[in-house]
């Protein structure tokens, strides 16, 4: 059955992508401007005659415009579930994850990362824009309560084609309430996998968004920069930030406080440059975008920091990596 707001919608994407107006595709389908109007609100759908005229002006097939695809069966062999959720990995939530998981739906996290991120944040917003511009795919991985970069993404773009994902079924699931209700877009998928073992096929991706995912990997971050790099199409780009504790800081640190932090959390410390060039990217461009102190938050991280008596400096960054 045809889903006639989704239909609408994405016909109002492509007339924008095209540079039109209603009122100047109405006239070139020799319709009014309400008909135009009719079919994006989703309240009617035209003629097979004017839906082949849109089809060559718009250079896609009638198909494309009326059907929903399943984009991950296409990208993956499996079929999203009635839920609108493609599962990898249990539905259910880890034992160990099921009080975040309250948090994140109880105190609503979502709608208010989402609302924090409709404020202006240049330097968010200039990431967002970099990677609404490329087109395809877009595969948000360890998407978090955040979102990663996919709100600010949306924010440039609200016809983006995204697959939201994480591993934590929680996180996915409320996005896709949240997103359903806010912006009902027929380009957004969801999926609940391993980012460190991606149910996707080689080459199938053309752009990974990693807003901190990698940077707070549940297995090893390696194997995740290599899975990226083996989904990513030629061509393809991932765009990854997180933060660490660079040498200088690392020197500066009292002996016993820099002793006990590499022998507890030796992660913190791991630029993961290395890692990103061992898993094939040719081009790697790093751009340090700030960074925070552990007195400023409430991690693991920052609490063991504090019971050293010390305020650990971490620097933030993004690469934007190329597989060439
Ligand atoms: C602490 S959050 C921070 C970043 C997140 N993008 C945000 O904006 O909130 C890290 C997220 O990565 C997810 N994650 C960690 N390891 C993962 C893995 N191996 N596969 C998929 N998601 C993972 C976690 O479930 C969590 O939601």
């Not at 599962?87 to 105190?107: H, L």
């Not at 824009?129 to 087109?135: M, N, P, R, V």
């Not at 009292?254 to 890692?275: G, N, Q, S, T």
Request: proline residues 3%.
């Amino acid at each position: 059955m045809v889903n006639k707001r989704h239909f609408g919608k994405r016909i109002a994407a492509l007339r924008r992508k095209k540079g039109l107006s209603q009122t100047e595709l109405a006239e070139k389908l020799g319709v009014t401007s309400q008909a135009v109007s009719k079919w994006e609100c989703g309240n009617a759908v035209p003629d097979i005659d004017l839906l082949l005229d849109m089809s060559h002006l718009y250079n896609v097939t009638i198909n494309e415009m009326l059907e929903d695809i399943d984009l991950l069966r296409k990208l993956t062999d499996q079929e999203t579930g009635n839920s609108g959720i493609a599962y990898f990995v249990s539905e259910q939530e880890r034992d160990d994850n099921i009080s975040w998981a309250e948090e994140i739906r109880n105190g609503k996290w979502i709608k208010r990362n989402w609302e924090r991120s409709r404020i202006e944040n240049p330097y968010m917003d200039s990431v967002g824009k970099q990677i609404a511009s490329c087109e395809g795919v877009i595969l948000e991985i360890g998407a978090g309560p955040g979102g990663g970069y996919m709100p600010y993404v949306l924010k440039d773009n609200p016809d983006a084609a995204i697959i939201i994902s994480d591993l934590s079924p929680t996180v996915v699931k409320e996005w896709k309430s949240f997103l359903d209700k806010t912006l009902d877009s027929p380009n957004l998928y969801y999926a609940v996998f391993d980012f460190c073992n991606m149910p996707f096929r080689d080459n199938s991706i053309d752009v990974i968004s990693d807003g901190g995912g990698i940077g707070n990997c549940e297995g090893v971050k390696a194997k995740a920069l290599k899975e990226a790099y083996r989904v990513l199409k030629p061509g393809g780009r991932l765009i990854t930030s997180t933060g660490f504790v660079n040498k200088e800081t690392l020197a500066a640190l009292p002996e016993e406080a820099r002793r006990i932090l590499i022998e507890k959390r030796p992660d913190v410390f791991e630029d993961l440059y290395e890692d990103t060039v061992l898993a094939g990217f040719g081009k790697i461009d790093s751009v340090i975008s700030g960074g925070w102190y552990t007195d400023d938050d409430d991690s693991s991280i920052a609490e063991l920091a504090r019971s050293l008596g010390v305020n650990l400096k971490f620097t933030s960054y993004t690469r934007y990596c190329v597989k060439e």
